[in-house]
Antibody, heavy 119, light 108 residues
Framework: EVQLVESGGGLVQPGGSLRLSCAAS????????MNWVRQAPGKGLEWVSY????????YYADSVKGRFTISRDNAKNSLYLQMNSLRAEDTAVYYC????????????WGQGTLVTVSS | EIVLTQSPGTLSLSPGERATLSCRAS???????LAWYQQKPGQAPRLLIY???SRATGIPDRFSGSGSGTEFTLTISSLQPDDFATYYC?????????FGQGTTLEIK
């Protein structure tokens, strides 16, 4: 069964840091580019970051550039998102999502992990 | 950045009716890079359509996608109770992915 499982979410104060993880199983993780997509409470979807299968190419949305760092470990079938200098507007459910080969759509998706930035 | 505008924001229909959801781009989008997702409350999005018109694995044929350039459409030919959800279009262009704001399909 294809599965992505996020972890690491929680409550953090403004200015704080958090590291999200996404564990993949049931597919060849090293062949997929990966993404983080977030959804603020009651709002729509926002793409956050992309990393290619070999980690050679990385993109960020302007809203997180310079504060978030995406990385992956293909040996561990895992994706990460280091989030620093967190702001209230970063509060959201964070999903990891895969893209097969050169595709530019997202499938599969994890179930999401909630990050709340509040004092 | 390409902005995707979905209409209507909310669509109220009855089971068995046909649903037509629109996604308009602020500039031309390659059809290869346009996708549609379904999301139900408390769940992750699910890929429905990729490449503007290709159904993802396991998606019923009542779902179809069409369009090109700046105008794209998701059509559900005969609504089933399980189809009432929020739908998002998504595009990729120049190292940037954007989503529309969503169309919520509700039971009339």
């Amino acid at each position: 069964e294809v599965q992505l499982v996020e972890s690491g979410g929680g409550l953090v104060q403004p200015g704080g840091s958090l590291r999200l993880s996404c564990a993949a199983s049931g597919f060849t993780f090293s062949s997929y580019s990966m993404n983080w997509v977030r959804q603020a409470p009651g709002k729509g979807l926002e793409w956050v970051s992309y990393i290619s299968s070999s980690s050679s190419t990385i993109y960020y949305a302007d809203s997180v550039k310079g504060r978030f760092t995406i990385s992956r470990d293909n040996a561990k079938n895992s994706l990460y998102l280091q989030m620093n200098s967190l702001r209230a507007e970063d509060t959201a459910v964070y999903y990891c999502a895969g893209s097969s080969g050169g595709c530019n759509w997202f499938d599969p998706w994890g179930q999401g992990t909630l990050v709340t930035v509040s004092s | 950045e390409i902005v995707l505008t979905q209409s209507p924001g909310t669509l109220s229909l009855s089971p068995g009716e046909r649903a037509t959801l629109s996604c308009r781009a602020s500039q031309s989008v390659s059809s290869s890079y346009l996708a549609w997702y379904q999301q139900k409350p408390g769940q992750a999005p699910r890929l429905l359509i990729y490449g503007a018109s290709s159904r993802a694995t396991g998606i019923p044929d009542r779902f179809s996608g069409s369009g090109s350039g700046t105008e794209f459409t998701l059509t559900i030919s005969s609504l089933q109770p399980d189809d009432f959800a929020t739908y998002y279009c998504q595009q990729y262009n120049s190292y940037w992915y954007t989503f529309g704001q969503g169309t919520t399909l509700e039971i009339k």
